[in-house]
């Protein structure tokens, strides 16, 4: 017989197989840029022509762009644009097709001519270039289709919210190279806003049929982002190992030439926020560039220095990123950056490792976040189809099915299940918060007495020294649904 619970393996089944066949390279760490390139061709040799999504893409970008020009788009409905976002949304319906329609082989779309590519008067190492074609096709394209599913939610059109939703999710992996850095805060800034819609009641699923429930639930079925916020920092270690080696391509017994200094320096201006306009690799190829390269040069540390020192802080960051918030101590990685930053006789003693590493600990914190949001909206889903197979909220979370949710959603403050209470019959959804202690979901509050949307995330350490100083500021729990706004 054809159970519930043979349909669910089976749609299991299927998503690993897809996975498994479509999954991009990943570049190893000791791979070499060119050795990357060659696998990645010819992964893309593999995938037909019809499958691949680029020049679709890049042609509703261009069509986007011109229509946004002089516009601002927000998918925030307490913004002052989001009026004018909502105007502008309602009048896009071929274009919204389009994106839908090509979103689920969008990961398949990045050509290796356009990956690869160099811009010739721009000399930058090669792993960047990875990065950077279609972020902001990404980011625009997804809005208007977050945009577009609040409104869906608010007219009742299910449909439409799941085929947004779900063409969101294709377009977050459109990222060239997936796992990185980039990718991770691209799921942040989308996913976010379409789970809080949903916590909101933004999108509202009191009306939404078990069917629809069950596929509304896929979409926040993703690993955690522990495991992705570590997948992204090895991608990060080897991006930085490929900067390491463009910076000291040139290098004589380990010391880095003058032209890998002037190339620091070029990388140094760009991180500046220096015109673009005026910068080109050859900003430093005059007399002062020179000097300045000459007397830079003896000072930057040896590759093998740079090389060991990287690995340090890499694994540290590593180690960091995958423990759960209610365990962590301390940013040890960010404290160890910082003294290395400001506490050497020189300030390019550990650069340009230090220059260029990325900032962690602000992801984590972002992801931290992240991941309560869309685990209070699995909940969330999970509970309103109990509701509307048994006409009812169930009282306790064992009650829910458990093919549905097989796994009830952890809270990253504790470590163990979200909070989950009826009150007159209506669910509450909470997690401890930065406190990490249950308050009976009496929210923090702000110093204007009310209470605060989305308390700061506190290590360990920080919250010891917090509540030997002022605990009132963070005492409460963090109401994630029915969710708290802030005017």
Not at 226 to 242: C, I, K, Q, T
Not at 264 to 270: N, S, W
Not at 432 to 460: I, M, Y
Request: hydrophobic share 45%; proline share 5%; net charge negative.
């Amino acid at each position: 017989m054809y159970t519930e619970g043979m349909k669910y393996c089976i749609m299991i089944v299927v998503a690993l197989m897809s996975a498994c066949v479509f999954a991009q390279p990943m570049p190893e760490l000791d791979e070499s840029f060119d050795a990357f390139k060659a696998g990645y061709i010819a992964w893309y040799d593999t995938i037909s022509e019809a499958d691949r999504a680029w020049e679709e893409m890049e042609a509703i970008d261009a069509e986007l762009r011109e229509r946004l020009e002089g516009r601002r788009m927000t998918a925030d409905p307490s913004d002052d644009e989001w009026d004018a976002s909502v105007e502008f949304v309602q009048g896009q319906g071929q274009l919204l097709d389009r994106i839908r329609g090509y979103s689920s082989r969008a990961y398949l779309a990045m050509s290796p001519d356009v990956l690869f590519d160099q811009e010739p008067d721009i000399e930058l190492p090669k792993a960047i270039g990875l990065l950077i074609p279609n972020l902001g096709a990404t980011m625009k394209q997804s809005r208007l289709l977050v945009i577009d599913a609040i409104l869906a939610g608010q007219a009742g059109d299910h449909a439409r919210v799941l085929a947004d939703i779900r063409a969101v999710r294709d377009l977050q992996r459109f990222v060239p190279v997936s796992g990185a850095m980039i990718e991770l805060l691209v799921e942040i800034a989308i996913s976010s806003i379409v789970a809080e819609s949903i916590l909101s009641d933004e999108i509202d699923l009191s009306d939404w049929s078990a069917q629809e429930l069950t596929q509304l639930s896929t979409a926040f079925g993703e690993a955690g982002f522990s495991e992705r916020l570590v997948r992204a920092g090895s991608f990060e270690r080897w991006g930085l190992g490929d900067m390491l080696g463009w910076l000291y391509e040139d290098a004589k017994d380990g010391r880095i030439s003058l032209r890998g200094v002037k190339r620091f320096i070029y990388m140094v201006a760009r991180l500046g926020a220096i015109d673009d306009d005026a910068l080109t690799s050859d900003s430093y190829e005059g007399a002062s560039g020179l000097i300045h390269a000459a007397i830079l040069q003896p000072q930057l540390p040896l590759l093998q220095d740079q090389v060991a020192l990287a690995d340090e802080l890499f694994e540290l960051a590593l180690a960091e990123m995958n423990t759960s918030p209610h365990k962590l101590r301390a940013f040890g990685y960010s404290a160890l950056i910082d003294k290395l930053a400001t506490e050497e006789e020189s300030l390019f003693e550990n650069a340009p490792v230090v220059v260029f590493i990325p900032d962690f600990s602000r992801m984590y914190k972002r992801a931290s976040q992240a991941q309560a949001v869309e685990s209070a909206t699995t909940l969330l889903v999970a509970l309103h189809h109990h509701h509307r197979m048994c006409g009812e909220f169930p009282a306790t979370l064992d009650k829910l099915d458990p093919y549905f949710l097989a796994d009830v959603p952890i809270d990253p403050y504790s470590g163990r299940a979200l909070r989950y209470v009826l009150v007159d019959s209506r669910p509450v959804i909470y997690s401890l918060g930065p406190d990490r202690d249950d308050d009976g979901r009496r929210p923090v509050l702000g110093e204007d007495g009310n209470p605060k949307a989305w308390p700061n995330f506190l290590t360990l350490d920080e919250l010891e020294a917090i509540n030997a100083t002022d605990p009132a500021s963070i005492d409460g729990d963090w109401i994630l649904y029915p969710a708290i706004t802030e005017d």
